[in-house]
């Protein structure tokens, strides 16, 4: 039992851990201590912990005093009550808060135009000789003001590793609204005090700059550098022609001529094509017309990519003469695409279909569509079926009738191989495609059902792998939101090499009904559909669009799906695409196969360029990995290259390939010449800045570096530290620990 004194002691030294229990979190939070638990809980926790760490501590040492001197004992009772806090403690979680102050200094960002058009006017010596060095005195005097100037220059993007001596004004192509917008994504979270934008106006890409401008709460300062006065010019504007052409049909390419500054002249408009002249024709030009329009006929005489050169001969006093010409290319086919068109009865849908197909003018379709049940109005008994390149099935077969057109349909695609593109409509004949044609469907009907139910079409994620689908991640989206088909309710089944890409959705629940769905089966490819009212969908891309162009380039890519013969080739080498601008670098891709047609590596792949010249550079490509090659050619001057490659392993010939590509110049900053200081007007009075021409730019900056908002932005972070991750507690503790050993053991306790 405990005396009495022994219990007063015990009281006083809980009530000292009571006290010092409440105070203490108030001393940890001055010196930046949180606890991971609730204020309130903490603080219970820390008297709770303070009470047991005192209480233990007294009853290790009541029990010494007769080996303990009281000089020894109170020490080390003290030192294991703060031991064992400590040790409590630190279940609570404690966290060391730093707050640290950051100051963020304004920035003000300078966006120099470094495009070619800068320079083409009659100021253009002022630009290239003084305007440099009032631009560099510009920025010293930003520097020395409240905010630091981050100098860029931009054409197609925006670049900032430049300084001022470095300024060709040599760049092709402008994007005012691109480097607005670069600008605004790259200052977004730091302290930017104003932009100053120095251009000529012109914009030759990207949207209207005025629609960006929303994204700046600061002023844009905007500096005119150019001529607004229009300069003595004749130009080719504009080229009117169709990019595909066939071989010996003509087709026609109309030549808009734009003039600026001729009180009256005559103007000779001239088209050549491998340096041969196809036509001329003289045309007057003045200042109350000058617009003027030529047309000219050609008719190409081989296959392949044609260049076609059109040029205006230059008038005197001209300020350039580099948009006198323009060339063009024409891909030359030797045939057209044939498409026979079958259908029950006019539709909708076909009229969908047939708007869709005049995406390319390859396409040349011959409509079969049901007058009466047994009559057509173009009978398809007096067409020759084997000229057709792709079957369209809308709704058909769709009579009795239809069996004898059927079965040379399947005659078509059993021996040719000709695609098959099926729409499943509520009048589709089911029992008579089945038996027809169900060997050749990559989705059939089982059991049949003659009713149709509304249902909505779910393209499913998967179908973004596959090469028709060439769209943004919002297509999926759009048309999976698009008005309901009418699907039939027999019991579809894909076959096992079928894939399918859309099932249906009835009142919003997803089933594994297929609905559309492509096959490829040993060389024989077919679209099916199980739905009609497709016109639904294509009018819903233009509600969400304004444009049909989705709905037509899904049934563009699946058509040239259908009849792009599989390329089974070992070795295949290609360019990127077929016509190229002049600053745009070309990229070879190659490909090389074994005999199972497993990639095949090391494979030495000579490429034999031949240039519009006559000369040839011979070239080798690069293996990136997995079979895969390139090689990547720059500067190449204009007009029609072809390539011959050769692969190689082990000195074995793998393959051979060829082809042709071509390069246009990209003079497309000498079509617009006159500065435009309204667009840089609206620019600065949308957002409170100011507009300048550039003689005055070096007054600009001190009005800049008083603005009142050029201030740095001070923000607070705060920065928490475990103390389970400070090593040095641990070993405070292991050494108050030791030194209470050492004593007790100094008094023979263990």
């Not at 079958?342 to 869709?356: K, M």
Request: glycine fraction near 6%; aromatic fraction near 10%; proline fraction near 5%.
């Amino acid at each position: 039992m405990f005396e009495r004194k022994n219990l007063y002691t015990l009281g006083f030294v809980v009530l000292l851990a009571l006290v010092i229990g409440f105070v203490l979190p108030s001393v940890l939070e001055a010196l930046g201590v949180r606890s991971a638990y609730p204020e309130g809980v903490s603080t219970s926790l820390t008297v709770l912990i303070s009470i047991v760490a005192g209480a233990v501590a007294y009853l290790l040492y009541q029990r010494t005093e007769a080996v303990l001197p009281r000089s020894a004992s109170i020490p080390l009772g003290i030192l294991r009550y703060l031991v064992l806090l400590a040790v409590g403690l630190l279940f609570l979680e404690p966290r060391l808060e730093n707050r640290q102050k950051n100051s963020n200094p304004p920035v003000i960002a300078v966006l120099q135009d470094n495009s070619e058009s800068v320079i083409i006017h009659r100021d253009s010596q002022y630009v290239q000789a003084s305007y440099p060095g009032q631009l560099q005195s510009f920025l010293d005097k930003l520097e020395a003001g409240p905010a630091s100037p981050l100098f860029f220059s931009f054409s197609q993007q925006l670049r900032p590793d430049v300084t001022v001596d470095s300024l060709a004004f040599d760049q092709s192509g402008t994007n005012i609204s691109g480097a607005l917008q670069e600008a605004a994504k790259l200052f977004s979270n730091q302290n930017l005090g104003a932009v100053v934008l120095i251009s000529d106006g012109i914009s030759t890409s990207g949207i209207n700059p005025l629609y960006t401008l929303d994204e700046f709460q600061q002023p844009v300062y905007t500096v005119l550098l150019g001529d607004t006065t229009p300069q003595k010019d004749v130009r080719v504007a504009e080229v009117l022609y169709n990019e595909i052409a066939y071989l010996e049909n003509e087709t026609p390419i109309k030549v808009k001529v734009h003039s600026t500054g001729y009180e009256n002249a005559q103007a000779r408009v001239s088209i050549q094509q491998g340096g041969k002249v196809l036509g001329t024709e003289t045309v007057s030009i003045s200042r109350t017309q000058p617009n003027i329009d030529v047309d000219f006929l050609v008719k190409p005489t081989q296959t392949g990519i044609t260049q076609y050169s059109i040029s205006v001969d230059p008038l005197s006093g001209e300020l350039t003469q580099r948009n006198n010409y323009k060339a063009i290319f024409i891909n030359v086919l030797e045939t057209r695409v044939k498409i026979a068109l079958f259908a029950g009865f006019p539709h909708p849908d076909v009229g969908a279909l047939r708007l869709a197909l005049q995406r390319d003018e390859r396409y040349e379709v011959a409509e079969f569509i049901h007058k009466t049940p047994a009559t057509f109005y173009n009978d398809p008994q007096a067409a020759d079926l084997s000229e057709y390149d792709l079957f369209i099935l809308h709704n058909f077969p769709f009579s009795s009738s239809d069996a004898a057109v059927l079965d040379r349909i399947k005659i078509e695609v059993a021996e040719n191989k000709t695609p098959l593109m099926v729409f499943v409509g509520q009048n589709t004949n089911l029992p008579a495609m089945a038996t027809g044609l169900g060997d050749y469907l990559g989705i059939i009907p089982g059991a049949i059902i003659e009713n149709s139910e509304e249902a909505q079409v779910n393209f499913l994620d998967e179908y973004r792998q596959h090469s028709t689908y060439t769209f943004e991640d919002r297509w999926l989206r759009m048309m999976n939101n698009a008005p309901p088909i009418y699907r039939n309710r027999s019991e579809w089944k894909a076959a096992g090499d079928t894939k399918v890409f859309g099932t249906a959705r009835i009142k919003n629940v997803v089933l594994d009904y297929p609905v559309f769905g492509l096959q490829n089966h040993l060389g024989r490819k077919n679209m099916v559909f199980v739905g009609e009212y497709i016109w639904r969908m294509r009018a819903h891309v233009l509600v969400e669009t304004d444009e049909f162009s989705d709905f037509d380039a899904w049934i563009y890519n699946i058509i040239q799906w259908l009849i792009v013969r599989e390329d089974k080739r070992r070795f295949k080498v290609s360019p990127a695409k077929r016509l190229f601008s002049g600053s745009e670098p070309i990229l070879f891709r190659g490909e090389a196969y074994d005999e199972s047609y497993n990639p095949l590596p090391a494979v030495d792949i000579k490429l034999t360029l031949r240039k519009p010249d006559g000369n040839e550079d011979v070239l080798y490509m690069n293996e990136t990995g997995n079979a895969r090659y390139f090689l990547e050619l720059n500067n190449l001057e204009e007009g029609t290259y072809s390539y011959e490659a050769e692969g190689r392993k082990n000195e074995v010939l793998v393959g051979t390939d060829r082809g042709q590509f071509s390069i246009g110049k990209n003079n497309i900053e000498h079509f617009r010449l006159t500065a435009d200081d309204g667009l840089l007007e609206q620019i600065a009075l949308r957002t409170e800045g100011k507009f300048i021409r550039a003689r005055d730019l070096e007054a600009l900056a001190e009005e800049i570096n008083q603005l009142s908002t050029l201030k740095p932005v001070v923000n607070y972070v705060t920065r928490r530290t475990g103390f389970n991750e400070l090593a040095w507690i641990f070993f405070v503790l292991l050494g108050m620990l030791a030194v209470e050993w050492v004593v007790r053991k100094r008094y023979s306790l263990s």
